[in-house]
T-cell receptor
Framework: GAGVSQSPSNKVTEKGKDVELRCDPISGHTALYWYRQSLGQGLEFLIYFQGNSAPDKSGLPSDRFSAERTGGSVSTLTIQRTQQEDSAVYLC????????????FGPGTRLTVT | RKEVEQDPGPFNVPEGATVAFNCTYSNSASQSFFWYRQDCRKEPKLLMSVYSSGNEDGRFTAQLNRASQYISLLIRDSKLSDSATYLCAVFNDYKLSFGAGTTVTVRA
C-alpha cells in the first residue's frame, strides 16, 4: 500500500519567510509525528498527533513553529519567519495504533533557509 | 545525559565479517525498542523491533539487556548493501527517541 508522503521534497526559502510542509500519513494510521534531522545529527522529536489533537508539542523549538492536523489525516507543519538554523530535513512518521509502536517515515522535506 | 546514545563509529568491515554495536538508553521505564536503517539522504526505515528475549531476522540479531539498559545489533556475513547508518530508537510516552546513529561501511 501507499506509504507516508511529504511535500515538497525540497524547499529553499529566504530568511524571514514563512513555509508550510505537508505530510500525508498511511491510511488508517491515527498517530502522526514530526521530527527534524539536521546534517549529521540524529532525529529530533517535534510534535505528536493522535487524531486531530496534539497531546505532545514539547519538541517544537520555538513559537515560530506550529502544526495542525485535520480530518485525522493530513498534517501541516508551519515555520514562520524562518531562520538559517531551521535548515534541516523535516520528517513525518505515522503509526498504526494496533502495532507495537513501530513508526513509518515519509521521505522528508529538505528545507534550506538562505 | 542524552536519552539514547550510540557509538557513532564508523565501523569499517570487510564483506563477510560480523559487526556488532550497542545503544544505551537512560529511561529504565522505556517500553519498546527498535533498530532503523538510514541510507544517505533517505528516510529511516524500520529494520527490526527488539524483543525482550532477543530476536533474529536473517543475518541480523537484536538483543535487549534491561538490567544494563542497552540494546545491541549484530550483523553476520556482512554485505556491501549493509552499508548504512543504523539508528536505535526507544519508545516512551507515545514517541520514539533516537540515537544519533552508528555508521557501518562494508568494503569489498
Amino acid at each position: 500500500g501507499a506509504g507516508v508522503s511529504q511535500s515538497p521534497s525540497n524547499k529553499v526559502t529566504e530568511k524571514g519567510k514563512d513555509v508550510e510542509l505537508r505530510c500525508d500519513p498511511i491510511s488508517g494510521h491515527t498517530a502522526l509525528y514530526w521530527y527534524r534531522q539536521s546534517l549529521g545529527q540524529g532525529l529530533e522529536f517535534l510534535i505528536y498527533f493522535q487524531g486531530n489533537s496534539a497531546p505532545d508539542k514539547s519538541g517544537l523549538p520555538s513559537d515560530r513553529f506550529s502544526a495542525e492536523r485535520t480530518g485525522g489525516s493530513v498534517s501541516t507543519l508551519t515555520i514562520q519567519r524562518t531562520q538559517q538554523e531551521d535548515s534541516a530535513v523535516y520528517l513525518c512518521a505515522s503509526r498504526d495504533p494496533g502495532t507495537q509502536w513501530e513508526q513509518y517515515f515519509g521521505p522528508g522535506t529538505r528545507l534550506t533557509v538562505t | 545525559r542524552k536519552e539514547v546514545e550510540q557509538d557513532p563509529g564508523p565501523f569499517n568491515v570487510p564483506e563477510g565479517a560480523t559487526v556488532a554495536f550497542n545503544c544505551t538508553y537512560s529511561n529504565s521505564a522505556s517500553q519498546s525498542f527498535f533498530w532503523y536503517r538510514q541510507d544517505c539522504r533517505k528516510e529511516p526505515k524500520l529494520l527490526m523491533s527488539v524483543y525482550s528475549s532477543g530476536n533474529e531476522d536473517g543475518r541480523f540479531t537484536a538483543q535487549l539487556n534491561r538490567a544494563s539498559q542497552y540494546i545491541s545489533l549484530l550483523i553476520r556475513d556482512s554485505k556491501l548493501s549493509d552499508s548504512a547508518t543504523y539508528l536505535c530508537a526507544v519508545f516512551n510516552d507515545y514517541k520514539l527517541s533516537f540515537g544519533a546513529g552508528t555508521t557501518v561501511t562494508v568494503r569489498a
